[in-house]
């Protein structure tokens, strides 16, 4: 998902980026209960046939789903917040806060995208300058970058018509 952000009073630009989640987090703890709840029921019904032993691997597998949902939940909470303030292009990233930042001069930054010819890859977004690379919008498929890439560029206010894609 890439939302591109203008602040009418002080001018900045921001572009936020995130990994699609196609599932709130109360959607999830349904999810992981009601398959608990089948497994239990299915469970206690083995049970009942004298085969008890069922029963702590229902709850593990239950335990274990839960787990699974939460790691994917947390791990697509990860941000890029991408921001135009002055001459400068600041990148934030992190999962709750901002854990690395990095500070770009907007003129001298170029925008790479190397579009692949294949359906099966995405490509790679970078933000070049110095000598430096930086990668984002990492957890984007391949149309969600090339959006992010014209959002980049349109906020470094260059004319996208004139570069062409790498390939």
Not at 53 to 73: H, I, N, T
Not at 107 to 118: E, G, I, L, Q, R
Request: aromatic share 10%.
């Amino acid at each position: 998902m890439v939302l591109r952000q203008v602040n009418s009073d002080t001018g900045v630009t921001q572009i936020v980026v995130r990994a699609n989640r196609s599932m709130s987090w109360r959607a999830n703890v349904l999810l992981a209960a009601s398959l608990g709840g089948l497994s239990a029921v299915f469970g206690g019904v083995i049970a009942s046939f004298g085969f008890w032993m069922v029963l702590p691997f229902a709850g593990l597998e239950f335990l274990m789903v839960y787990f699974c949902l939460s790691k994917a939940y947390r791990r697509l909470g990860y941000t890029e917040v991408i921001s135009m303030v002055g001459d400068k292009l600041l990148v934030e990233s992190g999962y709750n806060k901002p854990v690395m930042t990095s500070e770009l001069p907007s003129h001298w930054t170029k925008v790479k995208f190397a579009d692949p010819s294949s359906a099966f890859e995405v490509g790679t977004l970078s933000l070049q300058c110095s000598g430096k690379s930086l990668e984002i919008g990492r957890a984007l498929g391949k149309e969600d970058k090339r959006l992010l890439y014209t959002e980049v560029l349109r906020c470094l206010h260059l004319d996208e018509s004139k570069l062409r894609l790498v390939s």
